[in-house]
């Protein structure tokens, strides 16, 4: 939180709009690259001993990185980088690529200390590395070195500490990270075909994703610029923290609901897909709701008064949380019964029909656009999640051979009791200080006690009683 609070500071609503556009078409482009990187994990994992598979991990994203470095070499050489990137310096968008590359490589190692059991130890070298990054990143705060190449210092010295630290702990392992032995011709075939096997059913989807993903904030950029990108930038960054509270238990919660599809019992995972996607969403509306109501002072903390324009996108974007967080067990029941053709088959349809609400939200008035700016973009990630979680719920439910109908209303009359809560809380605070971070504390805390008092007199909106709330936090 405390990055985030302070790159939009050094960098402003310009300069950051150019730095967040950057890094999320590239990382965009990066994730398309890496779309099979289950796939060393998940070999390594069936047989730690299978350095092959390394091998030619290794050499096939080696081959789609230097692709993609040969496209920006050619469009550099062209002078066309403008056209692609809009507004964007030629040596950033080269920084943003080394930096692209660094993070993956990074993701590999980690992946490989997973395996190999150096879960606890890759951990704490990168708490180090992001503590030794902090200091770097406050010195070049307080040293006044505001810019957008001490933004892309900082984050090399995050993912370089990190890179250095894993090749340490996997070589002083004796664990091979690049094999010398060459595969055969035979055993690259074999790589090559199961990575196809399993890269391949959301391939089409991972495309369109790129695409779509690509042309929103292109659009975005052309006509608003890289001030609105800036403050969608910032609103995305709120969202984004606000999924890390919201999922906090996902992972607990999740356990329980494998274990019903390990043993393929279709009715405990009925059962438990009834019992958990109220108690998720629940407890993302909890935290979306206060900071919708509270998305002032929420953007004031994370991107100071120069941020003021954020406010109304920030408000908006605080409600995707509530999709986002959920889909994780709807996403589960496609992978658990092989439907995931069916999820790419979904995904892709809604993205592709909301193309031209996207055009008339951020096109000028002279394209009949409503040139909206972050705003429309805003509007468009909710609307987008909210359309294709509510079709994968109702897929889910026919799948699951439950009822739609009550999971549906559930979503619309839990925000608004949790809106209740907050403004009756806000309200309150409000009237005992005057200071702005006093009464959000305050309202914070009395919105709190409001919600387990709400809980303990009405478990069926959580799905949970606090004794089993608790019994989660434990664990």
Known sequence: MVTAAIIPRMLGPADYGNFIFLIFIFTQIAGFITVGNNYLITGLAENSGDHGIKRFYINLMGISFFMFFVFLAIISLLRIENIIFPDQALKYIWMTFFLLLCVTSSQILAGMSDVYALTVKGEIVNTLSNFVAMLFLLFIYWSNWQSLTAVFAFRYSVVLFLIVGLVFLLKKKNIPIYPVKKNSIFETKTYLSRYLAYSAPLFAYSIIALAVSFLQRWLLQIYGGSMQQGYFGISNQISAFIIIFSSALSPLL????????????????????????????????????????????????????????????????SFYPLFYTTNNIVYSVFYSTRNTMLLGKIGSFIMLGMLPIVFVLLAPEKYLGLNLGAN?????????????????????????????????????????????????????????????????????????????????????????SIYEIGRHIKC
């Not at 973009?377 to 889910?396: D, P």
């Not at 806000?426 to 006690?449: C, E, M, P, V």
Request: aromatic residues 18%; positive net charge.
């Open 254 to 317: 999740l356990r329980e609901f494998s274990l019903a599809m390990g043993n393929n019992d279709m009715q405990k995972i009925a059962d438990q897909f009834q019992r958990f996607i109220p108690m998720f969403y629940s407890m993302a509306a909890y935290f979306c709701v206060f900071i919708m109501f509270q998305i002032q002072i929420i953007v004031l903390l994370f991107g100071g008064r120069n941020f003021g324009d954020a406010v109304v996108p920030a408000a908006i974007m």
């Open 376 to 464: 429309g973009l805003a509007i468009v990630m909710v609307l987008t999640t909210f359309l294709a979680y509510n079709v994968y719920l109702w897929v889910s439910t026919r799948i699951l051979s439950i009822s739609f109908k009550g999971l549906f209303f559930h979503q619309f009359y839990v925000v608004a009791i949790f809106g209740i809560l907050a403004l009756i809380s806000i309200n309150i605070s409000n009237k005992i200080f005057s200071n702005l971070y006093a009464s959000f504390f305050l309202s914070g805390t009395l919105y709190t006690i409001a919600t387990f008092v709400l809980i303990a007199l009405f478990p069926p909106i959580f799905r949970m």
